[in-house]
């Protein structure tokens, strides 16, 4: 009986663990490629293969030919975005981003640490069929 308290105790304790994350969050933003959006080509790059717990700069550069609204829904739930920098702005999102939004040409980096392993696709919803789609592996 004793045995079955103290593992009932134990996996409740567990249970309310709080996460955590590997690496060293104080260290630089380790730089992905760029993503390029390009009305001809579409995204420049289909599938970034990234780690739990690694802080990361998200640069996505517009060739401002069409209007983008990127959407990485999953991917931005289960995330931390630290700042979003447009022009030389930052932006402190507290709660969440829903898109980015492209009406001309320009850049946007995306400053995040993934919280949650799996595979979260990042896309424009009105092009996906034209080469507007991709997928965040994240171990």
Same mark, same amino acid.
């Given at each position: 009986?004793?045995? $079955?308290?103290?593992?009932?105790?134990?996996?409740?304790?567990?249970?309310?663990?709080?996460?955590?994350?590997?690496?060293?969050?104080? =260290?630089?933003?380790?730089?992905?490629?760029?993503?390029?959006?390009?009305?001809? %080509?579409?995204?420049? +790059?289909? @599938?970034? *293969?990234?780690? @739990?717990?690694?802080? &990361?700069?998200?640069? $996505? =550069?517009? %060739? #401002?030919?069409?209007?983008?609204?990127? !959407?990485?829904?999953?991917?931005?739930?289960?995330?931390?975005?630290? !700042? $979003? +920098?447009?022009?030389?702005?930052? =932006?402190?999102?507290?709660?969440? =981003?829903?898109?980015?939004?492209?009406?001309?040409?320009?850049?946007?980096? +995306?400053?995040?640490? +993934?919280?949650?392993?799996?595979? &979260?696709?990042?896309?424009?919803?009105?092009?996906?069929?034209? #080469?507007? *789609?991709?997928?965040? %592996?994240?171990?």
């Amino acid at each position: 009986m004793l045995r $079955i308290l103290a593992l009932s105790a134990a996996l409740l304790f567990s249970a309310f663990a709080p996460a955590r994350a590997e690496g060293n969050l104080a =260290v630089r933003a380790e730089r992905l490629p760029p993503l390029m959006l390009d009305a001809a %080509d579409g995204f420049s +790059v289909k @599938t970034y *293969e990234i780690e @739990t717990g690694q802080f &990361y700069r998200w640069r $996505i =550069v517009s %060739d #401002g030919r069409e209007e983008y609204k990127l !959407q990485a829904p999953e991917l931005f739930r289960n995330a931390w975005i630290d !700042q $979003i +920098v447009i022009e030389d702005k930052e =932006v402190k999102p507290f709660g969440g =981003v829903y898109a980015l939004e492209f009406d001309d040409a320009g850049e946007i980096d +995306v400053f995040f640490l +993934v919280i949650r392993p799996g595979r &979260y696709s990042f896309y424009i919803e009105s092009l996906r069929t034209q #080469g507007f *789609e991709g997928v965040f %592996d994240v171990k």
